[in-house]
């Protein structure tokens, strides 16, 4: 037998053993080859009488498998376009569909060729892989902390297509399918047994002959739903259980995703469909929606973003080449506010040391205590030990002495936004340090290459811009000054892997990326109040835009006082006309007038009654120089303003050189300030209308909205020749 | 065009829908027959007469399946020459029925058929026949699907009714029902139900409360909150009408048509057919209309069927003397009658299926001859009926008395 990506051995007692282990991977995966070799075991399994079963394992030490090549998927949707040109729609259709079915008549083969299968799995075992187990008629997972199993394909905007939706839900409830399906969350192996996904948890070493025995005490090599007389978990779709089941379901699509994600739609309807068929109509109606939805703009899309670059950028995509592995052993953070403290946190929770100072011996204990809240908190959730805690805290070192530094690889300077205190304490740091340490400064607003002027070596001298909460949000900004060197990058980008965050990189300018962006949003809800438009259906527009709060939500959430701080600033540096009088007048009434700053003054647009959900203020409409009736606002116009200020705002950025790769601004913005994941990203927005539609619609916005609309002029070059952020960054 | 009329119509009182409902024990196709019995007795009918009884039936299975119409004429006796038809457009099934045994009439097809319809909700139960639209993603999603309840919490959230605007409404029911009982303005047309000895089943709506009142509503919890914030429905229902913030929970068993038994007819012919039956017509059907409207909304057809039918019949809203709306839910009938800008007198003036009952598929050909005896009574000209109907449907019909 000739298997390229398998060993194959069978014992004395006719129980056959593959082992997956792809030469020159890490992990293995599912590929044309990978399939070809499935396909030779089924039929070795099942045509030599000597053997009795398979026990399918991988050959790598920490993992099964991620799942299927999804460069795969994408290569079929590429032969489809050229089929649908050469041949027609129709035979392209039908090409695609039973190429893209592929996978799942496979896994459908092995779990019908007669002979027993088991899975044994350690480490993860996702999308695709998981599939496969599924398909086994018995599964073992080891007890390995890092054993995982799960069908997140949804999260990428596509849905488990090769049988995942029709066996996970005829193994489990069908809420439960559902809700596990649409989280696509990983699963370790204790749950996964007690959901029923699997049937065993085992230490690794003994799975392989628990696998043997189970075979050889006749496992059955017919699964559950082929068995007659099998009945499904929750009973018949039609039936007074399934009414308290699916009405529901479908309500918490449209909650859960405003009706933006198609897959999750697909997923629901292949099970509701596919549970009131026997299984090989069931596998084909899931193939049908598959199809489709492998198709939609959404997956390709998500799984440009949320999958490829993603995974490109936390490997250090941006990381200068030349530059040698640094070597990351203590941080120093200055000031210890709720920012250094946060980072603090997840830089000795990375294993790193933390020298962590700030201007007396109480502030930065101060400091060092939200590690303990957080870790504390984390121990009442039983995901960490008492230990882990004590270990973290040890790495923390708090106090008022800035010579403490002088043992940092690399400083992060995280005090007050105020041009003075900045200089003083970069002056200050730098008279500590070994000479070449990197120093970063962590800012929201400043430009790095002025803060730079302070520092005695500007090429040494990078932003990294985290966001609030540190410790839950993904991104980090790091900001390159003009005289910022390769070395200060390098060690930036080797820092925000380590504490397992994903790095952009952008060059200096006000606000530079994801800010810019989030502003145009909010400032666009202030217009949106100024036409009248009821304040819910402004909140509404945002949520079902695909943004995480409505424009005033988000508002209240940074304090409607900093909004008017930056204004005024800004209109003292640029004048009256850099800003908007009536947004400012607007702000001043809520601010200075009424003391309605947001969420932290418990009032801002919103009144947050203690025990009660955050509701609008009532009299906001007072506030309102019009009112529109709800019937003469148009929803897609203003999620079409929504979604478009800020795709504008990320498409002048690549303009003006601020982000240099679209995969920055596609995965930032959705990291960043949780841009409409479906979308794949501000700039992804853009191509997955098409430039030359979304400038139309922008030309047409601006008509009628004002200029602030108005396509910037490298964006409108792009979109008449054609041309992609993405094409253009490959030819580069 | 040939001209339909009424000739005359009965009802079944209304038997609570449970298994501790004077009705329970009664077959819903003997439900519907003792109301073919009392047409056929009350005029003395020669029933080889009747072309067709279309019955509304809205959970047409297990003993109501099967073309309940046709069966329960049997079982009138109606003998093997009249034919049945069981139709569905949910709550409005009954009054459908008896427009579409008149649009036969007026079209000049038959000369004389019978409309009406039957539920017994305990015996089916609601939502025995399944659905679709509820369940399947690819239609439930797209159409905004929420359970009724969530929808009349959102009518009165958007429209501005609060839960003690709803539960008045409720009082006014049940005290408007209770008074024409006690007046006997019900009793030319509500037939008892009777055993096979001829012993007296049921003879008076059952579930009507003349002592309700304020206090005694605002003790109950609001019916539809948990299913709305849990079940994801509040959420379907701010989608749809994103200027509504939250959904306000304010319907509850009190202030929501009641789960019945019931049935009724009604005797629709032309002036030829009253000729040969030797009867005078009592009304004409002038127009009639259906129509689809807001779906998350659901139960607002009226407002729009109400106009479309009188457009139908080239009148205004002054023209009608009497309107009588199925009192689904409270917020439905407020609605309504601020849509409309209507005095309260002249709307559902002897109460409706809050006090009542709604007998899904019947309730149609109910309302719309209780409004027949009203206009009778008070030597008036002129009523409109119209339902509310899942999936955002509306049904009207405009009699005018001869």
Redesign the interface.
């Given at each position: 037998m000739k298997l390229a990506n398998f060993r194959f051995e069978t014992d004395a007692d006719g129980i056959a053993l593959a082992t997956w282990d792809m030469a020159g991977r890490s992990m293995n995966v599912i590929t044309p080859e990978v399939m070809s070799d499935l396909e030779t075991i089924i039929k070795a399994v099942a045509e030599d009488a000597a053997i009795k079963g398979c026990v399918i394992t991988s050959g790598k030490p920490d993992s099964f498998s991620g799942g299927a090549d999804l460069t795969m998927l994408q290569g079929l949707g590429v032969e489809y376009a050229r089929l649908v040109k050469s041949k027609g729609e129709e035979p392209a259709m039908s090409y695609f569909f039973e190429e893209s079915r592929k996978l799942s008549l496979l896994f459908r083969a092995l779990e019908t060729c007669g002979k027993p299968f088991v899975a044994v799995i350690n480490g993860v075992c996702l999308g695709g892989a998981f599939e496969l187990a599924l398909a086994c008629h018995h599964r073992i997972v080891s007890d390995d902390p890092k054993t995982r199993v799960g069908l997140p394909e949804v999260k990428v905007g596509l849905f488990p297509g090769a049988g995942g939706t029709q066996r996970a839900a005829r193994l489990m409830q069908t809420g439960d399918a559902l809700q596990m399906l649409f989280k696509g969350e990983q699963i370790k192996g204790l749950p996964a047994r007690n959901m029923g996904l699997v049937h065993q948890v085992l230490p690794k070493e003994a799975m392989v002959e628990a696998a043997r025995d189970w075979i050889k005490a006749g496992g059955s090599g017919v699964a559950p739903w082929d068995e007659k007389g099998f009945k499904l978990p929750s009973n018949k779709v039609h039936s007074p259980a399934g009414m308290q089941i699916w009405p529901p379901a479908n309500a918490i699509y449209r909650r859960e995703t405003q009706g933006n994600y198609p897959a999750a739609q697909a997923i629901l309807s292949s099970v509701y469909e596919g549970l009131q068929l026997p299984m090989d109509l069931g596998l084909r109606v899931e193939s049908r929606y598959f199809a489709k939805i492998l198709r939609s703009t959404e997956a390709a899309m998500m799984i440009r973003t949320l999958f490829m670059s993603m995974q490109d950028l936390n490997k250090g995509a941006r990381r200068p080449k030349a530059e040698p592995a640094t070597s990351l052993k203590t941080v120093g953070v200055v000031g210890a506010g709720f920012m250094g403290a946060g980072v603090a946190y997840v830089t000795a929770n990375a294993g790193m040391n933390v020298i962590l100072v700030d201007r007396d011996q109480e502030a930065a204990d101060k400091g060092k205590a939200y590690s303990h809240k957080l870790m504390s908190d984390q121990i009442m959730k039983g995901r960490a030990k008492t230990a882990d805690r004590e270990a973290l805290l040890d790495r923390i070192t708090a106090t008022a002495d800035y010579s403490a530094l002088a043992a940092c690889d690399l400083i992060i300077e995280a005090v007050f936004e105020d041009p003075k205190v900045k200089d003083e304490v970069i002056r200050k740091i730098e008279g500590h340090i070994r000479p070449g340490t990197i120093f970063a400064s962590n800012t929201s607003t400043l430009p790095i290459t002025g803060l730079a002027k302070s520092s005695k070596a500007a090429d040494k001298f990078i932003g990294i811009h985290f966001f609030s909460p540190v410790e839950k949000m993904m991104l980090v900004e790091i900001i390159m000054g003009k005289k910022t060197g390769d070395a200060a990058l390098a060690m930036a980008i080797d820092y925000v892997r380590a504490i397992k965050k994903t790095p952009i990189v952008v060059n200096d300018a006000r606000g530079f990326f994801a800010n810019r962006c989030v502003l145009g949003y909010i400032a666009e809800g202030y217009e949106m109040l100024l036409e009248g438009v009821p304040p819910a259906m402004i909140e509404a527009a945002g949520r079902q835009a695909g943004m995480p709060v409505g424009p005033l939500s988000l508002n209240d959430e940074i304090a409607l006082d900093l909004g008017l701080k930056i204004m005024k600033a800004t209109e003292v540096q640029l004048g009256p006309n850099a800003i908007d009088q009536r947004q400012k007048a607007m702000l001043v009434e809520m601010v200075d007038k009424l003391g309605r700053m947001g969420r932290k003054a418990k009032k801002g647009f919103y009144d947050y009654p203690e025990g009660a959900p955050k509701r609008l203020w009532p009299d906001l409409v007072k506030l309102q120089p019009a009112h529109l009736k709800p019937e003469q606002v148009d929803m897609t116009m203003l999620k079409n303003r929504l979604l478009a200020i800020q795709a504008l705002e990320a498409a002048r950025t690549v303009e003006e050189g601020v982000v240099t790769d679209p995969r920055e601004a596609d995965v930032g913005s959705i990291l960043g300030f949780g841009f409409a994941p479906y979308t794949g990203g501000t700039l992804s927005y853009i191509e997955g209308l098409g430039a030359a539609r979304f400038v139309a619609m922008c030309d047409a916005l601006a008509k009628s909205y004002g200029p602030r609309f108005k396509p910037n002029k490298q964006l409108r070059e792009m979109a008449k020749a054609g041309g992609s952020y993405y094409a253009a960054t490959k030819a580069a | 065009m040939a001209e339909a009329f009424i000739y005359d119509h009965v009802r079944t009182p209304r038997g609570k829908g449970k298994a501790d409902g004077s009705l329970h024990e009664v077959t819903a196709i003997e439900l519907g027959a003792q109301t073919l019995r009392a047409i056929r007795q009350r005029s003395d009918l020669d029933v080889s007469l009747v072309e067709d009884v279309v019955f509304g039936c809205v959970d047409p299975v297990g003993e109501a399946g099967a073309d309940i119409a046709r069966t329960a004429a049997l079982k009138a006796g109606y003998g093997k020459t009249v034919p049945g038809v069981q139709i569905n457009r949910f709550c409005a099934s009954g009054l459908d029925a008896v427009n579409l045994a008149a649009a036969q009439v007026m079209s000049g097809n038959k000369e004389l058929a019978i409309g009406g319809g039957v539920e017994s909700m305990s015996r089916v139960g609601m939502?025995a026949s399944?659905?679709g639209i509820?369940?399947?993603?690819?239609v439930?999603?797209d159409t905004?699907?929420?359970?009724q309840g969530v929808a009349a919490d959102l009518i009165a959230t958007k429209f501005g009714f609060s839960r003690n605007d709803v539960d008045a409404y409720s009082v006014q029911s049940h005290k408007r029902a209770h008074a024409a009982w006690e007046k006997g303005y019900f009793n030319s047309s509500v037939i008892p139900v009777k055993d096979i000895n001829g012993l007296t089943i049921l003879a008076r709506d059952e579930t009507i409360r003349p002592g309700a009142d304020m206090q005694g509503l605002a003790s109950l919890k609001p019916a539809f909150a948990m299913?709305g914030e849990?079940?994801?429905?509040d959420?379907?229902a701010?989608?749809a009408?994103?200027?509504?913030?939250?959904v306000n929970h304010v319907h509850h068993a009190g202030n929501s048509s009641g789960i019945v038994d019931g049935a009724a007819a009604v005797l629709v012919g032309s002036k030829k057919a009253g000729k040969a039956m030797g009867k005078a017509p009592r009304a004409r059907i002038k127009a009639y209309a259906t129509i689809g409207s807001d779906l998350a909304l659901m139960l607002t057809g009226p407002v729009d069927v109400t106009e479309l039918v009188l457009k139908k019949a080239k009148m205004e809203l002054k023209d009608i003397d009497l309107f009588e709306l199925n009192e689904a839910f409270a917020s439905v009938v407020l609605r309504y009658q601020q849509a409309f800008d209507l005095d309260p007198a002249c709307l559902n003036v002897n109460g409706g299926a809050i006090a009542m009952g709604h007998p899904l598929g019947a309730t149609g050909a109910m309302i719309l001859g209780m409004v027949l005896d009203e206009l009778e009574r008070t030597g008036k000209q002129t009523a409109l009926i119209t339902l509310c109907v899942a999936a955002g449907m509306g049904v009207a019909t405009i009699i005018e008395r001869v």
């Open positions: - | 939502g399944g659905f509820a369940v399947d993603p690819s439930a999603i905004y699907f929420m359970p299913m849990q079940g994801g429905f959420a379907v701010t989608f009408h994103p200027d509504v913030e939250f």
